[in-house]
């Protein structure tokens, strides 16, 4: 492409993600909505992006698992004040939850991103992706 039609992609781009942000400020979803929305995030990381196969080429996985856990973070703390009144002790659990998810990831991380998985030490990669188990139940250390 010459500069001036990667210009005015980019343009087009800047226009329609603006258009996204207003369109999307009018929405608004049910508790349900939200926390099934927040599982699905989840459960796409578990199951999905884990087997390292939706990045294979960029090696950028971790960058769309900190996206999925974000996005899920913020659909639970939008239900966070209704669960507090309900359940205390499952809002405590999940934000336990959240915690030491985020804090295994960001040991990943790097400068304002995350380690390319195929230039991890050999001590934390044994394939790809290297930072799960086979099961793809848990983190490894």
Same mark, same amino acid.
């Given at each position: 492409?010459?500069?001036?039609?990667?210009?005015?992609?980019?343009?087009?781009?800047?226009?329609?993600?603006?258009?996204?942000?207003?369109?999307?400020?009018?929405?608004?979803?049910?508790?349900?909505?939200?926390?099934?929305?927040?599982?699905?995030?989840?459960?796409?990381?578990?199951?999905?992006?884990?087997?390292?196969?939706?990045?294979?080429?960029?090696?950028?996985?971790?960058?769309?698992?900190?996206?999925?856990? &974000?996005? =899920?973070?913020? +659909?639970?703390?939008?239900? #966070?004040? %209704?669960? @507090? $009144?309900? &359940?205390? =002790?499952?809002? +405590?659990?999940?934000?336990? #939850?959240? %915690?030491? @998810? $985020?804090?295994?990831?960001?040991?990943?991380?790097?400068?304002?991103?995350?380690?390319?998985?195929?230039?991890?030490?050999?001590?934390?990669?044994?394939?790809?992706?290297?930072?799960?188990?086979?099961?793809?139940?848990?983190?490894?250390?």
């Amino acid at each position: 492409m010459t500069p001036a039609e990667r210009s005015a992609i980019a343009d087009r781009m800047v226009s329609d993600t603006k258009d996204l942000v207003e369109r999307s400020r009018t929405l608004e979803f049910s508790a349900d909505t939200l926390g099934n929305g927040a599982k699905g995030l989840l459960d796409e990381v578990a199951t999905r992006k884990v087997t390292g196969e939706e990045e294979i080429r960029s090696h950028t996985d971790l960058w769309d698992f900190q996206a999925n856990i &974000d996005g =899920a973070r913020i +659909a639970f703390e939008s239900l #966070k004040p %209704a669960l @507090l $009144q309900k &359940d205390p =002790a499952l809002a +405590a659990s999940l934000d336990d #939850k959240f %915690a030491a @998810l $985020q804090a295994e990831l960001s040991t990943h991380s790097q400068g304002g991103g995350f380690t390319y998985y195929d230039k991890l030490p050999p001590s934390r990669s044994s394939g790809s992706p290297p930072w799960w188990t086979p099961s793809g139940s848990r983190c490894r250390g």
